[in-house]
Structure formats: C-alpha cells, structure tokens
C-alpha cells in the first residue's frame, strides 16, 4: 500500500470525488469542490494500491494549538473490512501527534462508534444529525505520550 497525501490536481480531484462517493452522493449532495476544501489548513491522506488511486482517504485539520480533528474518513466498498479505514486513521492520528496535537476529536457516524471505540475514542456526547437523518457523535481520543 502507497500512503501519501494527494499532490497533483488529478490526484485531489480522486480524493474528492472517493469522499464524495462514500459520503454525500448517496443523499444525493454536490460534489465536494476545492473551495470545500480551502477553508482549514487540512492534511489529506489517501491509500492507494496504484500509487494515484485512492482506495481510502481522509483528512485532519487543527481547531486550536493543540486540538486535531479528523474528518471525512472514507474507503472504496471492495476495500472495506480490509484495515484501509485503520490505516488512513493511524496515519491522521501520526500527523496531528507529530505537530503537537494533545487531544483528537471525531464527529462520528453513529454507525462507525464501535471501529472509533477500538482505537481508543470515547463517546463524549451526541453531536449533530448530518442531511437531517444521519446521526452523529462527538468522540476524543487524549494523546498520552
């Protein structure tokens, strides 16, 4: 597996458009544009079996010094289940650590909680309910170095 942030145009435009399919294009949403993206300083990933073509992604951003949140995790359904949503997380998380994060939080689809809780988030409270019907929940995980 290639694991590395997307660098060219083309490469962003899959990044984009595998988040799309995974996450708004069945409530039928827009497309996810580069003005979308502009407005945090984020630190996309994506896993790719051919370097280029992502089968996961994700992306973290900081909303203060030394809090992170990962965002938009993401993977092709003939990967799912193999540790490619694993992967784009450890990834995220060795990021945000190495630029000082202390604390991670995650706004989690309600039915993605139990792979948060193995990876040592906790449930903190509910959070919002995304196209008004999906249900999501605040979790963190403290970094304990």
Known sequence: MIIRPPKTPEEFQRYRELRWKILRAPF??????????????????MVCEVDGVPVGVGRAHFISEDEAQIRSISVEPEWEGKGIGSIVLKELEK?????????IVIHARNSAI????????????????????????????????
């Open 95 to 103: 990021i945000v650590i190495l630029k000082g994060a202390k604390q």
């Open 28 to 45: 039928n949403k827009p497309k996810i544009t580069e003005q979308d993206d502009a407005k945090t300083e984020d630190y996309p990933i």
């Open 114 to 145: 139990e792979f948060y809780k193995k990876k040592e988030y906790q449930e903190i409270e509910p959070s919002y309910k995304l196209f008004g019907e999906i249900e999501h929940t605040l979790m963190k995980k403290i970094i304990r170095i």
